[in-house]
């Protein structure tokens, strides 16, 4: 064999890999890794085959379809006040981790320092390495994982060129607050550094709380990109289709590097999705939606001997399970699937440290019959 230098010697397969191997290998309930097992909408399903018979099988634009930028201009402008220009300042990708690559890509060079949070989503740490940037992490306690924002000022210097945000956030739940954006707008205001907005949760918040999106603040909004994943939106995360946002100056840029990473994304995909969003109860529906799942599924941890943890947006809890071992989590989180038939993700793979706060990860976008055996078997898991 050739000898090859690896670029990411550490890494391995993922968690996520890992127990959704193992919970189609002993047919177990899978809450680990975030998807629906319910179907999305018939009525989008069939607009996908309408744009197929229509003839729209052959490459779409490289920012994506015309229609589609617009939709989501159209939305974001809604929701937030923002002015997004569907021409230069969005781009359709590949799900919102190639969003999250090609913007990394974008803005850091090698020595860059770039600022994130753990417990942290695992593709952040990997691009900024690829780019040869240095990852500068921030631990989150639980149970609340608010940002240390006097650590933040500490860690800044003038290497550092990008912060990671992730709100809502995987996989701790928690949302940014107004004294966040207050700090985070101080912080970044007499520096060059960029922000990179993790939003794939975007609609998904509860108990009336406001998503405080990059895009609603133009002081943010004017060196961020934000992304989004039509996969959570849509309930349909193996479509893989995503949207930056970001000004016309960092969009140009974004571009240039999309272009040679996939050119472009699914047509008729594109073509059924602008169409399904003319009617914005598509988005404007899903809080509710979710947040009876919450409620349900919270209900019913709460008969059991774990402990819930604060849930104020995405579609997972977190819980602790102090109370019926003191394992680590990822050998607590072996021992659940194989004994109570109940697949997790334990939150230590999360941290660069692989920091062990005994707390697992749970899934509810599921249907109600789901959620009520996977209720079930965790009433009646007794660790042997």
């Known amino acids: 064999m050739i000898p090859i230098q690896s670029k990411l010697p550490q890494v391995g397969t993922t968690i996520f890999t890992t127990m959704s191997a193992l919970a189609a290998e002993v047919g177990v ?62 781009t359709i990708t590949a799900g919102g981790t190639q969003a999250v690559f090609t913007a990394i890509s974008t803005v850091v060079n090698p020595g860059d320092e770039v600022i994130i949070f753990e417990p942290a989503f695992d593709c952040y740490a990997p691009a900024i390495k690829l780019m040869g940037g240095i990852v500068k992490s921030l631990e989150l306690e639980p149970p609340n994982y608010r940002i240390p924002w006097d650590m933040v000022k500490k860690l800044i210097n003038n290497r550092t060129k990008l912060i990671i945000i992730n709100s809502p956030h995987n996989p701790t739940a928690t949302i940014l607050q107004e004294d966040d954006i207050e700090e985070l707008t101080a912080i970044i205001r007499s520096q060059d550094i960029f922000i990179l907005s993790d939003e794939v949760y975007e609609h998904l918040i509860y108990d009336g709380q406001i998503h405080h999106s990059m895009a609603r603040y133009p002081e943010l909004a004017e060196r961020s990109f934000v992304i989004a994943s039509f996969g959570k939106l849509f309930h349909a995360t193996g479509w893989k289709v995503g949207y930056c946002l970001a000004p016309a100056y960092l969009m140009n840029e974004f571009r240039k590097i ?23 109860h598509v988005y404007t529906d899903l809080p509710s939606f979710f947040q009876q799942k919450r409620d349900y599924f919270r209900a019913g941890l709460a008969q059991t001997q774990f402990e819930l943890l604060p849930c104020y947006g995405s579609y997972f809890q977190s819980v602790k399970y102090q109370n019926l071992s003191n394992q680590n989590d990822v050998d607590f989180c072996l021992q659940l699937t194989k004994e109570a038939g109940i697949a997790t993700i334990p939150t230590s793979v999360f941290y660069t440290r692989q920091t062990d706060h005994h707390i697992l990860r749970l899934c509810f976008a599921k249907n109600q019959q789901t959620l009520d055996a996977a209720i079930e078997r965790l009433m009646n898991f007794k660790p042997l």
């Open 258 to 280: 999309h272009q040679y990473l996939v050119f472009s994304v699914n047509s008729p995909m594109q073509y059924a999705m602008a169409k399904y969003l003319e009617d914005e």
């Open 29 to 90: 309930i899978n809450l680990s890794q975030g998807f629906p097992d319910y179907e999305c909408s018939p009525v989008l399903i069939e607009l996908i085959n309408e744009a197929m018979k229509d003839g729209h099988n052959q490459y779409a634009p490289m920012p994506g379809v015309a229609a589609l930028r617009q939709q989501v201009v159209n939305k974001v402008n809604k929701l937030h006040g923002s002015n997004y220009n569907a021409d230069t300042e969005v």
